[in-house]
């Protein structure tokens, strides 16, 4: 009998019909924010705790820190508990209300602190002086690997083998990291595409990261291509994505299928998958429905 | 089965902090009178329905 855990990964792949923009593309989107804890970051949540369990890095009572922007913190904190795991998270302040609710209801300390960076900088410090085990999913090979090892043969699988471009946000760049090795052994013609926020732009869970804060487990070469978002056409296209399509997703996601809407606008024909990394109703009490 | 509203409130945040699963109150109703259900019988095999997810209850106070 499948426990919550069990239903992490295996996610629809659903056609993009109404806002495809090429008859001769065609456009699907990868439902994240069907997994349990409602986002793509259950994989790596999963894999992380327990890959670390199994190599006796960690041990039940263990308790964990983590630098999080939202998702991994609501997967960590559902995941870990499960594991009779101890966490503390450590958000930015501008994390919504009901994110910090989310993670005390699986049991979680809540901290928050006024930037991603700060954040990081106080799970590394605190993880140092031995007080927690930090999984930091910015270094964690896991990460990416929980991708390389479900995401990716997922989505070759439920294209039948047919996807030509790959498109996902970047925040840790674990998604990216790991469909992009996934898919390159399977077929190297399959484009690999990041999206990241243009320069003024703020979208929650991905980030134009400065030099020093570039992920670890982040390599550019596994990256055929970036495109910039703006905050704004992320807005526009996450509030189509509801109302034109049915798929209530958060601020990334818009992204994502914006990027893949203009992709799909450039080539001439092949098959785009994107990713929707969790759901709209994370982000109710910001200003993104209105 | 009456379910209390109390009773209800507590067995959701339950549900989330034991078993990581994050469902409304109505789901937590049902939790605790299936829970009570499985004191009262010798054997059996229980399913309870959680309607919905916690998410569409965070303006409430039902997780505090």
Excluded at chain 1, 108 to 126: F, N
Excluded at chain 1, 138 to 157: L, Q, S, V
Aim: with cysteine; hydrophobic share 40%; proline share 4%.
């Amino acid at each position: 009998m499948a426990s919550i855990i069990d239903l992490v990964g295996n996610t629809p792949l659903v056609e993009i019909k109404k806002l495809n923009p090429n008859p001769n593309v065609r456009l699907y989107a990868k439902l994240e924010g069907d997994n349990p804890g409602g986002s793509v970051k259950d994989r790596p949540a999963l894999n992380m705790i327990r890959s670390a369990l199994e190599r006796g890095d960690i041990k039940a009572g263990t308790k964990l820190i983590e630098a999080t922007s939202g998702n991994t913190g609501i997967a960590l904190a559902m995941i870990a508990r499960l594991y009779d795991l101890e966490i503390e998270l450590v958000m930015p302040s501008t994390s919504t209300r009901e994110r910090t609710l989310t993670m005390e209801a699986f049991g979680a300390k809540v901290t928050l602190l006024d930037s991603i960076e700060i954040c990081r900088d106080y799970a590394e410090e605190k993880a140092a002086k031995g007080d927690a085990y930090i999984l930091n999913q910015f270094a964690n090979p896991d990460n990416y690997k929980a991708h390389y090892k479900t995401t990716g043969p997922e989505i070759w699988r439920d294209t039948d083998q047919g996807i030509t471009h790959f498109v996902s946000s970047m925040g840790t760049t674990g998604t990216i990291m790991g469909c992009s090795r996934y898919f390159k052994e399977v077929n190297p013609s399959i484009q690999i595409i990041g999206c990241q926020p243009t320069e003024e732009s703020s979208i929650p869970g991905i980030r134009r990261w400065p030099k020093e804060y570039l992920p670890k487990i982040f390599e550019p070469e596994r990256v055929d291509r970036v495109m910039d978002v703006s905050q704004e056409e992320a807005t526009l296209m996450t509030r189509q994505l509801a109302k034109v399509e049915g798929i209530f997703a958060g601020m990334s996601s818009g992204g994502a299928a914006s990027a893949a809407i203009r992709l799909a606008k450039e080539i001439d024909k092949g098959v785009i998958v994107f990713i929707t990394c969790d759901r709209g109703d994370r982000y109710l009490s910001s200003n993104l429905f209105g | 089965m009456d379910v209390s509203q109390e009773e209800a409130t507590l067995m959701t945040r339950q549900l989330a902090k034991v078993e990581g699963i994050f469902a409304g109150m109505s789901s937590g109703g049902a939790a605790s009178a299936a829970i009570r259900l499985a004191k009262e019988i010798d054997k059996g095999v229980i399913v309870f329905i959680t309607c919905d997810r916690g998410d569409r209850h965070l303006g409430s106070n039902l997780f505090g």
